[in-house]
T-cell receptor, first 113, second 115 residues
Framework: DGGITQSPKYLFRKEGQNVTLSCEQN?????MYWYRQDPGQGLRLIYY???????QKGDIAEGYSVSREKKESFPLTVTSAQKNPTAFYLC????????????FGDGTRLSIL | AQKITQTQPGMFVQEKEAVTLDCTYD???????LFWYKQPSSGEMIFLIY??????QNATEGRYSLNFQKARKSANLVISASQLGDSAMYFC????????????FGKGTMLLVSP
């Protein structure tokens, strides 16, 4: 079955440490997205990519970085510059047409030790 | 101003009853789309229903329907015959423009279905 795989499910980070969240999709979608969700809040866009080797900042890109070297993969790095990284991170992908929904992975929960 | 407003932090409904979850939006783009997602406690986001700004009829998907009132800029989700498994967070989201567009999400409504 096609879908989006995020790993790991839970991740712990020490102060000053960079961590990378994985997102892989086999839906043959062109666009991929990263969202952050804080407790009791909606999703906020961190970065998105419409094609390989190209990506754009979302509303809260500071302290995060991404790459898109392959169509299937869109890893997110949470850098030490992100002062409040504890959150639930969701990756999504979508087809080209605008009326097509974004499909989501199961998320990664990041906590600071 | 918020682009997507969900004014109900929480809603309670009895099993088999219908429930309406409110969503109002703000955009000046004539082309937009409205999406509803369900998020169970496990965290995944499940797509429920879509309404395009040019669609003439309200969208329906099984027990889900969208009460789309364009002039009032509202896109309320109606769940008929609620089930215990409907207990979850529900998010309204909007896409503005054509092509690859990002989504703006509301803050969500927690729905609890009681036996």
């Amino acid at each position: 079955d096609g879908g989006i795989t995020q790993s790991p499910k839970y991740l712990f980070r020490k102060e000053g440490q960079n961590v990378t969240l994985s997102c892989e999709q086999n839906l043959n979608h062109d666009a991929m997205y990263w969202y952050r969700q804080d407790p009791g809040q909606g999703l906020r866009l961190i970065y998105y990519s419409q094609i390989v080797n190209d990506f754009q900042k979302g509303d809260i890109a500071e302290g995060y970085s991404v790459s898109r070297e392959k169509k299937e993969s869109f890893p997110l790095t949470v850098t030490s510059a992100q002062k409040n990284p504890t959150a639930f991170y969701l990756c999504a992908s979508s087809k080209r047409n605008s009326n097509q929904p974004q499909h989501f992975g199961d998320g990664t929960r990041l906590s600071i030790l | 101003a918020q682009k997507i407003t969900q004014t109900q932090p929480g809603m309670f409904v009895q099993e088999k009853e219908a429930v309406t979850l409110d969503c109002t939006y703000d955009t000046s783009d004539p082309s937009y789309g409205l999406f509803w997602y369900k998020q169970p406690s496990s965290g995944e986001m499940i797509f429920l229903i879509y309404q395009g700004s040019y669609d003439q009829q309200n969208a329906t998907e099984g027990r889900y329907s969208l009460n789309f009132q364009k002039a009032r800029k509202s896109a309320n989700l109606v769940i008929s015959a609620s089930q215990l498994g409907d207990s979850a967070m529900y998010f309204c989201a909007m896409r503005e423009g054509e092509g690859y567009s990002t989504l703006t999400f509301g803050k969500g409504t927690m729905l609890l279905v009681s036996p």
